[in-house]
């Protein structure tokens, strides 16, 4: 277990933002489900997001601290020179730090940081209903940085000549898309998951119907 003084190094804001990408990735399994309820929406979301061993049901943040697939953007890997001790190590791209520090996957964050709802309540569980409110709140601002990207981008979807994608990222950050002070909910998933990077496209469902509809609405008004 690492000890709390690193874990309490990581800014509430980021540990928030990494929380999120797997909140949204929950959403997006829900979404692909026909005919649940709001409560078993919840429970789902809640499942996902922590993992049920006896439904056979991997945690995304397991998933998340590992890398796994969708979540390997978020890192870079260390090697350890021959002869050390230890593993690769994975550590939280530098553009994640936001300059604060440099983190690494159970040593700054852990399973136990990213699933708690607060620093201060580190051996509580965050709900499935604010599992579900925090990818909804994170899917909205997604939404709206879709419009200023695309208002910044190209037609053919890639930056404008002389720019860069760390240019529109850090554009976004400078704008008023989220409610709370500093970067917006959902900065971290919009860089990763959706296709504003060098991958060209979404990487989960929902983004793409989100999408779909945003377009739809427009071209009918």
């Known amino acids: 277990t690492p000890p709390s003084s690193d874990l309490k190094a990581m800014p509430s804001m980021i540990v928030k933002n990494i929380r999120a990408v797997a909140a949204l990735v929950c959403y997006d399994m829900v979404a692909r489900q026909k005919h649940m309820s709001q409560q078993n929406q919840y429970l789902f979301c809640y499942d996902a997001f922590h993992g049920n061993p006896a439904q056979n049901i991997p945690s995304q943040i397991e998933l998340l601290l590992r890398a796994h697939r969708t979540y390997s953007p978020l890192f870079h890997v260390e090697t350890p020179p021959p002869g050390a001790d230890g593993g690769p190590v994975l550590v939280l791209k530098e553009r994640y730090c936001r300059s604060y520090h440099r983190f690494i996957s159970d040593v700054h964050f852990n399973k136990a940081s990213l699933s708690a709802p607060t620093k201060a309540r580190m051996t509580e569980k965050i709900t499935g209903r604010n599992i579900y409110d925090l990818a909804s709140l994170t899917l909205r601002n997604v939404q709206k940085a879709y419009a200023r990207a695309d208002e910044w981008m190209d037609d053919d979807g890639s930056p404008p000549p002389g720019g860069t994608w760390p240019d529109l990222y850090e554009r976004l ?28 496209k979404h990487a989960l469902s929902i983004l793409e119907k ?8 427009h071209e009918g008004t």
């Open 173 to 200: 950050l400078s704008e008023d898309i989220g409610s709370e002070k500093g970067p917006y909910t959902g900065w971290i998933a919009f860089e990763i998951l959706t296709r504003y990077n060098d991958g060209g």
């Open 210 to 217: 989100s999408k779909t509809e945003k377009k739809t609405s």
